[in-house]
């Protein structure tokens, strides 16, 4: 039996696949799709035709590298669109009907424990307190760690896609996130660790805080080295937000850094991060690359 695995995550905005020697590690192959599964998505409708065709596509394609690279075990799973929509057995059933990739629906803790360790696996500090966020196109993950043991996580009902489709003002968006958050922050308090989570390093993952990155640093072309352990100030979110805002989509799109497909979900995410910073107190926050992707590949 070979050595190789693969690893998908079918997320509310993009899909991810990773092929990998397992020991040692190795990276063969690391691909991604902006495939907006969550695009259009009402609690009433569930995931759209056309959002389920885009991620079928996709995730055909990586059904086919799979097979090209031969590996032995896959784990694919997906998150908030799909745990959250009534259609969502359905679709499991036909993307393993039609490409053989059978799905796992996982629910927000396991996707914060699987993230916390493909974020440990990259991260230059082993130790101590870590409060790790995932901004994703559903849902925001939040885990407090230590020594890289997980101590308590929430899934908070602020993803990116959900905010900007929710055609709401920046103002408005605000006003949701930081009730979420200010809600959160209750929670903690109440377990004991209000102060622990707000005094821990805080490492942010997924595409909101790469991108955040890219920016900062004037990627022209994607790097995932020189994002891993970057560090973000508070101000240069926030400068990076004023730079934004004003624009245009189509003119985000001219700054170096801003991948194609996110150009609408930007704000949203950064406005996620700006608060998560200012409720908390945190003054930076450290970048990862790795997240869940890895996390689902070091366990496969």
């Given at each position: 039996m070979t050595d190789i695995v693969a690893a998908i995550d079918l997320g509310t905005n993009t899909a991810r696949l990773l092929i990998a020697h397992q020991k040692p590690y190795r990276q063969i192959l690391l691909t991604r799709s902006i495939t907006r599964l969550g695009g259009g998505f009402t609690r009433e409708r569930g995931l759209s035709e056309e959002a389920q065709q885009r991620s079928l596509s996709a995730l055909g394609q990586f059904a086919a590298e799979i097979s090209r690279h031969g590996a032995s075990r896959v784990r694919a799973v997906a998150t908030s669109a799909v745990r959250d929509a009534r259609n969502g057995d359905s679709f499991c059933r036909r993307v393993q009907a039609e490409t053989g990739i059978r799905l796992e629906v996982i629910d927000g803790t396991e996707e914060a424990m699987l993230t916390l360790r493909g974020v440990a696996s990259i991260l230059d500090q082993k130790g101590g307190d870590l409060a790790v966020f995932d901004v994703g196109g559903g849902s925001t993950e939040y885990t407090l760690a230590a020594d890289l043991q997980p101590l308590f996580s929430r899934s908070l009902p602020i993803g990116v896609v959900r905010l900007t489709e929710g055609k709401v003002g920046?103002?408005?968006?605000e006003d949701k996130v930081r009730r979420e958050l200010e809600i959160f922050?209750?929670?903690?308090?109440q377990e004991g660790l209000g102060r622990r989570f707000s005094q821990a390093t805080l490492i942010g993952t997924a595409g909101t805080a790469t991108t955040l990155a890219a920016i900062q640093i004037g990627m022209e072309s994607y790097d995932y080295r020189r994002v891993n352990n970057h560090t973000m100030p508070l101000s240069e979110v926030q400068r990076i937000f004023e730079l934004l805002a004003?624009?245009?989509?189509k003119q985000r799109?001219?700054?170096p850094g801003l991948e194609p497909g996110r150009e609408d979900l930007i704000i949203a995410g950064t406005l996620v991060v700006l608060l998560t910073m200012r409720v908390f107190g945190f003054q930076r926050f450290k970048v990862s690359d790795s997240g869940l992707?890895?996390?689902l590949i070091l366990g496969v």
């Open positions: 920046v103002a408005e968006m922050q209750g929670e903690l308090e004003p624009l245009t989509p799109l001219e700054v992707l890895e996390g």
